[in-house]
């Protein structure tokens, strides 16, 4: 055990300000410069000033020492540099095989410093570091590992942290250059999800089936298959119906067959093409405009006016009732996202052709317990009371967001939560700027760096407990992310008053610091997301999309763009294939005619069970 460390001073930051004493259970011990803090990987390598002086322990692993020792006379091709480690690793075995005990050494390396960050040691409860720790183990934090087991127990009693580390020796191994093999199977993988449709066999005819020299019929051995794929593009098919009408031909009475409704009366569109064009557009970013010239190159005259109505028609008519539907399945969800991004509607009364409209997100994510799904909603202005409208007295729980101030006039049954990804943004804003006129060094003192740093940990944090359950994230949060948020705020508050307010780092720390309360929610609740980014990424394909088709005519094709892409975009967050998604439920809701029981509705929802086969594409994105 390392025990009663004297306060170092640190890498020069304040990340060890806190830090009082370490225990650390290790095999081979490596300090960084000037610290009290212990890098545990197996390895003593670069070896600097053995009499200095941090750290005292018992040392239980001579074997590591040796190998390493046996390592360095093989692998050093510096006979000079490989005397002097040599030597003093001999002096250093020598120490430890006589007095168990070991002095701690210098080294300086950015990528261990880097390391340190990575890990919350911003506590100052006692540390320790469980090492010899193989990668296997750290896939589960060392849970089947009997030494870590010990480590615990240990911890548990003592009051301790316990970070899990690797300490296995990394062999300094030359792979000599080989060409690589492919992996096989690789391209029936990929062709397996598709049906052969043509065979071509290569035989041989007439007099070849001979041996020339014998005169015997050849036989088959063996059979060499390769598969190719062919590219089809899109084909148009017209379906004819034709309806019988009979007549009496003693009392002249007529009667007709009944038959099932169009997709859109009077119209030739079929679920098939109305899902195709939408999915085009909504799904793939294509203008209609662009669409009715690829059709024309295929001999199909199709305006962009019809494609509109279409949308429009079946938007109002038909997805407009699953809408409905995923909105009420939503508000009763107790976590949430919501966001907004631009969206020009030329035909909005009283407004300067270069106006901006709106259009609001809603989402549920993986954490919400609930099923995932996205809904937009389209709106004249970015006012308050859009969302306050939408989510009504329905729904209770937290909403997660940005700092835009118009949800802070929600319902008090709503709890706001922040984003501190719009927080890190600022910082990074200001760290840039300084790039041209600082070195790499300098860029690592100032305060945009460090407060950078500060929030990578959290985020280190979440992609460790990313795959846990809601308690097992609250708890790791506690223990972990709770320490580095109260430091943070606190070291931010020690710059509020002498900051320049009009700079790009004034308005970070102002800006974070307005923002305290709703970031620090997240700490909470293990459902809640520390950041607003699924929301961000339901947006993405809407922006993709308005980058190419600019603006929406009227306020209804608006509308019906909302109902669409949250169609779309609820069927990819629920591994759906769009197209095929949506030429189903088109068809289906044809057959429903105008008031389909809400049973009937739900089984068509994405998330349902009860979608046909092969509508789940095999990697969910």
Not at 25 to 42: A, L, S, Y
Not at 137 to 148: Q, W
Not at 432 to 437: F, S, V
Not at 589 to 599: A, E, N, V, Y
Request: some cysteine; hydrophobic content about 35%; aromatic content about 10%.
């Amino acid at each position: 055990l390392v025990k009663g460390a004297s306060k170092g001073e640190g890498l020069g930051n304040q990340f060890l300000a806190n830090i009082r004493e370490v225990d650390a259970i290790v095999h081979v011990v490596r300090c960084f410069e000037n610290t009290n803090i212990v890098h545990v990987d197996g390895s003593i390598d670069p070896l600097r000033d053995i009499e200095t002086i941090n750290l005292e322990l018992i040392f239980s692993d001579l074997e590591v020492l040796e190998r390493r020792i046996s390592k360095t006379v093989k692998l050093s091709r510096n006979d000079k540099m490989a005397a002097k480690e040599l030597d003093l690793q001999n002096r250093l075995k020598a120490h430890l095989e006589e007095n168990k005990m070991a002095k701690s050494f210098v080294t300086e390396d950015e990528d261990e410093q880097a390391w340190l960050a990575e890990y919350n040691l911003l506590t100052a409860k006692p540390v320790i570091f469980a090492a010899n720790v193989s990668e296997d183990d750290l896939a589960d934090d060392g849970a089947n590992n009997e030494g870590v087991k010990a480590v615990r127990e240990y911890a548990k009693k003592e009051n301790c942290e316990v970070f899990v580390v690797c300490a296995e020796i990394e062999e300094e191994i030359v792979i000599p250059s080989h060409k690589r093999k492919k992996r096989t199977g690789k391209k029936e993988e990929d062709l397996s999800n598709f049906e052969v449709t043509e065979t071509i066999e290569y035989k041989l005819t007439g007099e070849d089936r001979y041996c020339p020299d014998c005169g015997t019929k050849y036989k088959v051995v063996t059979k060499e298959v390769v598969k190719r794929l062919k590219f089809i593009p899109s084909t148009f098919e017209v379906v004819e119906e034709v309806t019988y009408i009979y007549s009496c031909p003693k009392c002249s009475a007529m009667i007709r067959p009944e038959k099932e409704f169009p997709l859109i009366k009077g119209s030739i569109a079929t679920p098939s093409l109305v899902a195709g064009i939408m999915n085009a557009k909504y799904v793939n970013g294509m203008p209609l405009a662009r669409q009715e010239r690829e059709f024309a190159r295929y001999d199909l005259n199709l305006s962009t006016k019809t494609m509109a109505n279409w949308i429009i028609s079946c938007a109002d008519r038909y997805l407009g009732l699953l809408y409905g539907q995923m909105k009420e399945e939503f508000l009763k969800s107790r976590y949430i996202h919501c966001d907004e991004t631009r969206i020009q509607v030329i035909d909005e009364p009283d407004q300067k052709g270069s106006s901006q409209n709106w259009m609001w997100v809603y989402l549920t994510d993986h954490y919400s317990e609930a099923p995932q799904m996205v809904l937009f909603d389209y709106e004249r202005t970015r006012a308050g009371y859009h969302p306050v409208n939408f989510l009504g007295d329905t729904f209770h729980g937290y909403l997660t967001c940005d700092g835009y101030q118009a949800y802070h006039g929600l319902n008090d049954s709503i709890t706001v939560t922040g984003c501190f990804t719009h927080a890190r943004r600022r910082f990074d804003a200001a760290l840039t700027a300084l790039k041209k006129d600082f070195t790499k060094e300098q860029l690592k003192e100032t305060v945009a760096y460090q407060a950078m740093t500060r929030i990578g940990i959290l985020y280190k944090v979440e992609e460790l407990i990313k795959d846990k359950t809601p308690e097992e994230r609250y708890q790791e949060r506690q223990k972990q992310s709770r320490p580095v948020v109260e430091a943070l705020f606190e070291w931010l508050h020690s710059m509020e008053d002498s900051v320049d307010r009009s700079s790009l780092i004034g308005d970070a720390i102002l800006y974070t610091l307005n923002q305290e309360n709703y970031l620090r929610r997240y700490l909470d609740d293990g459902h809640l997301s520390i950041d607003n980014n699924s929301a961000e990424r339901a947006i993405k394909n809407f922006a993709v999309g308005r980058r190419n088709w600019l603006f929406a005519k009227s306020i209804r094709g608006a509308d019906a763009s909302a109902v669409v892409y949250s169609i779309a975009e609820t069927a990819l967050l629920n591994g759906l294939k769009p197209y095929v998604y949506l030429s189903y439920v088109l068809d289906e809701l044809r057959k429903m005619g105008p008031f389909p029981k809400p049973d009937d509705l739900n089984r068509l929802l994405p998330w349902s069970d009860e979608l046909p086969e092969g509508f789940r594409t095999k990697k969910k994105k």
